[in-house]
C-alpha cells in the first residue's frame, strides 16, 4: 500500500462551486498532516497544516479523520487562481521525512 | 533572507556524463531533502538528511549520491547520468520541531535535468 494516496482528477468545476478533494494515507501514528499547492512547473507551497482535527483558513478547511486514516481539503467558492495541483503530505514511514500523494489537479472554469 | 536556492536551475547532459546539483538554505534547518518529480507524478524522495554530516536514503537513491558536509549545503551528485534520471529536482528544508511533528517544508525552486 503506498503511503499517501489521492484522487488525480482532474476535477474541472466553474467558478463559485465548491470542491473536496480527498486524501488516505497508511501511517497510523502521523501526527503532522499538510495540503501542498503546486503551479505548474513551479515548487510546491504550503496550503494548510493539520494537527489536530482540522484548520479552516478562508474558503479553505481541512478536515482529519483519524480512525479512517483520510485528509479532506473543501475549497469553497472556487476562483480561476485556484486552478493547481493540491498535494497531500504526511510523515513517511520509518523516516524523518514527509511523503507527498501523487496530487489532485483542479481546474476552475469561467 | 534568500531561503532556499538550486544551482543550476537547467541542465541537459548526455547518458554517462556526471554531475552535482547545489542546495544551499540559510535558515539554519536541520532536516535537508532531495526530491524527483516527473510529469504526472508527485514528488518522490530520493536522499535526505536530518543534520550535519548525516544522510539516508529515500524512496528511489538508485544512482544517486549525496553529501551534508555543511549545516546550509545539500549536494546530489549523478555519476553516470542516464535517461530515466530526466526529471526535476526539488531540494527541500525543514527547522526542527518536536518529536513526530513536522513544521513546514520550505522548497528551493528546482532544476529542470535532461538526459540525451
Known amino acids: 500500500r503506498k503511503e499517501v494516496e489521492q484522487d488525480p482528477g482532474p476535477f474541472n468545476v466553474p467558478e463559485g462551486a465548491t470542491v473536496a478533494f480527498n486524501c488516505t494515507y497508511s501511517?497510523?501514528?502521523?501526527?503532522?498532516f499538510f495540503w501542498y499547492r503546486q503551479d505548474c512547473r513551479k515548487e510546491p507551497k504550503l496550503l494548510m497544516s493539520?494537527?489536530?482535527s482540522g484548520n479552516e483558513d478562508g474558503r479553505f478547511t481541512a478536515q482529519l479523520n483519524r480512525a479512517s486514516q483520510y485528509i479532506s481539503l473543501l475549497i469553497r467558492d472556487s476562483k480561476l487562481s485556484d486552478s493547481a495541483t493540491y498535494l497531500c503530505v504526511v510523515p513517511f514511514t520509518g523516516r524523518r521525512a514527509l511523503t507527498f500523494g501523487s496530487g489532485t489537479r483542479l481546474q476552475v472554469q469561467p | 533572507n534568500a531561503g532556499v536556492t538550486q544551482t543550476p536551475k537547467f541542465r541537459v547532459l548526455k547518458t554517462g556524463q556526471s554531475m552535482t546539483l547545489l542546495c544551499a538554505q540559510d535558515?539554519?534547518?536541520?532536516?535537508m531533502y532531495w526530491y524527483r518529480q516527473d510529469p504526472g507524478m508527485g514528488l518522490r524522495l530520493i536522499h535526505y538528511?536530518?543534520?550535519?554530516?548525516?544522510?539516508a536514503k529515500g524512496e528511489v537513491p538508485d544512482g544517486y549520491n549525496v553529501s551534508r558536509l555543511k549545516k546550509q549545503n545539500f549536494l546530489l551528485g549523478l555519476e553516470s547520468a542516464a535517461p530515466s534520471q530526466t526529471s526535476v529536482y526539488f531540494c527541500?528544508?525543514?527547522?526542527?520541531?518536536?518529536?513526530?511533528?513536522?513544521?513546514?517544508?520550505?522548497f528551493g525552486p528546482g532544476t529542470r535535468l535532461t538526459v540525451l
Open positions: 493539520v494537527y489536530s
Open positions: 527541500a528544508s525543514i527547522p526542527r520541531g518536536p518529536p513526530i511533528t513536522y513544521n513546514e517544508q520550505f
Open positions: 535558515m539554519n534547518h536541520e532536516y
Open positions: 501511517n497510523s501514528a502521523s501526527q503532522s
Open positions: 538528511s536530518v543534520g550535519e554530516g548525516t544522510t
